[in-house]
C-alpha cells in the first residue's frame, strides 16, 4: 500500500488566494482526519470524518475553511481567502474505526502551505 | 477536560544508553494511549499504543512504553538508543477518534 497520500507537497501563495489541499487515504480506512501543525500551536486537529460523514469541525479555524469528502477514497481541505496566519504543515491521516474503538492512524507526509 | 503533558521539549542521550520520553495525562476512566514519532519533513509514524491489558508495551524500532495508572503517566522508554533514533516524539490520549490529545511533543537528539 503506498500509505496516506497528500498534494500538493508545498504550496507558496500570497494572500487571499485559494488554496486547496488534497488527500487520499489508505484503502479500506474508514476513518478521515485533518491536522494543521505550527510551532506556536503544535498539532491541531480540525476536521475529523466517518464514513465519509463530518463527525466533529469544531477544530476548523473559521468559515475560510471548509472540508468535504465525496467519497472514501478523497478528500480536500480548502482555504479561501488565505491568509498569512495559515501558514503551516497540514497532515491527513487514516485509520480504521470499529464500533467504540479507536486504532493507530497513518499520517501522510503533509502539506508545507506559506501564505505571503 | 482531558489533557496530555510532555513535560520535556528536548531530551539528549548518549547512542547505547537508555532513554525515556516522559508523558501524563489528565483524564478519567480508561483512555487509549498512543506514542507517534516524526521524523523531519515526514507525517508522524505510529510506534505503539495501550488499550487494556499488561502495563508494558512493545512498540516498533525497540521501543516500549509503561503505563502507570496511579500516576497517569505513559513513558516511551528504550534500553540502547541509536542515532537514528533522533526525532519529534509525540503521546497522544483519546476515548475516541474526535477527542485525541496529542502532546506538544519532544525532541529526542540521541549523540554519538
Known amino acids: 500500500d503506498a500509505g496516506v497520500i497528500q498534494s500538493p507537497r508545498h504550496e507558496v501563495t500570497e494572500m487571499g488566494q485559494e488554496v486547496t489541499l488534497r488527500c487520499k487515504p489508505i484503502?479500506?480506512?474508514?476513518?478521515l482526519f485533518w491536522y494543521r501543525q505550527t510551532m506556536m500551536r503544535g498539532l491541531e486537529l480540525l476536521i475529523y470524518?466517518?464514513?465519509?460523514?463530518?463527525?466533529?469541525d469544531s477544530g476548523m479555524p473559521e468559515d475560510r475553511f471548509s472540508a468535504k469528502m465525496p467519497n472514501a477514497s478523497f478528500s480536500t481541505l480548502k482555504i479561501q481567502p488565505s491568509e498569512p496566519r495559515d501558514s503551516a504543515v497540514y497532515f491527513c491521516?487514516?485509520?480504521?474505526?470499529?464500533?467504540?474503538?479507536?486504532?493507530?492512524?497513518?499520517f501522510g507526509p503533509g502539506t508545507r502551505l506559506t501564505v505571503t | 477536560a482531558q489533557s496530555v503533558a510532555q513535560p520535556e521539549d528536548q531530551v539528549n542521550v548518549a547512542e547505547g544508553n537508555p532513554l525515556t520520553v516522559k508523558c501524563t495525562y489528565s483524564?478519567?476512566?480508561?483512555?487509549?494511549l498512543f506514542w507517534y514519532v516524526q521524523y523531519p519533513n515526514r507525517g508522524l509514524q505510529f510506534l505503539l499504543k495501550y488499550i487494556t491489558g499488561d502495563n508494558l508495551v512493545k512498540g516498533s524500532y525497540g521501543f516500549e512504553a509503561e503505563f502507570n495508572k496511579s500516576q497517569t503517566s505513559f513513558h516511551l522508554k528504550k534500553p540502547s538508543a541509536l542515532v537514528s533514533d533522533s526525532a519529534l516524539y509525540f503521546c497522544?490520549?483519546?476515548?475516541?477518534?474526535?477527542?485525541?490529545?496529542f502532546g506538544a511533543g519532544t525532541r529526542l537528539t540521541v549523540k554519538p
Open positions: 483524564v478519567s476512566g480508561n483512555p487509549y
Open positions: 497522544a490520549v483519546g476515548y475516541n477518534n474526535n477527542d485525541m490529545r
Open positions: 491521516a487514516s485509520s480504521w474505526t470499529s464500533g467504540s474503538g479507536i486504532y493507530e492512524q497513518y
Open positions: 484503502s479500506g480506512h474508514n476513518s
Open positions: 470524518f466517518n464514513n465519509n460523514v463530518p463527525i466533529d
